[in-house]
């Protein structure tokens, strides 16, 4: 099983990117979804999260400008970001806990990162 992550990009300051991830592989069910980010010589933060019910959580700095969300018959969730600052310039991770076919618990998996860079 893995997540597959769309590219991101350069934006403008002020600009909006929609990242997607979607889980492949054999699935029997998906539970947390997630977006981390970890900016040059900082620490990977958490940026948005949403249960397998929909409930979600973001992290102070991006509260209002982002948007998290997932498509449960696609095993994918999205990152909306709108109003995008320097400061939002970070690798985005993808992040899920899976169940595989055949396996008898939940596994935390990573997206390979993708580079989201705000600049003029």
């Known amino acids: 099983v893995q997540l597959v992550e769309s590219v991101g990009g350069l934006v403008q300051p002020g600009g909006s990117l929609r990242l997607s991830c979607a889980a492949s592989g054999s699935i029997f069910r998906v539970n947390a979804m997630a977006w981390y980010r970890q900016a040059p010589a900082k620490e990977r933060e958490l940026v948005a999260a949403v249960t397998s019910g929909g409930t979600t959580n973001y992290a102070d700095s991006v509260k209002g400008r982002f948007t998290i969300s997932r498509d449960n018959a696609k095993n994918t969730v999205y990152l909306q970001m709108n109003s995008l600052k320097p400061e939002d310039t970070a690798v985005y991770y993808c992040?899920?806990?899976?169940?595989?076919?055949?396996?008898?618990?939940?596994?935390?998996?990573w997206g390979q990162g993708t580079p989201v860079t705000v600049s003029s």
């Open positions: 992040n899920a806990d899976l169940w595989p076919l055949g396996s008898s618990r939940y596994v935390e998996v």
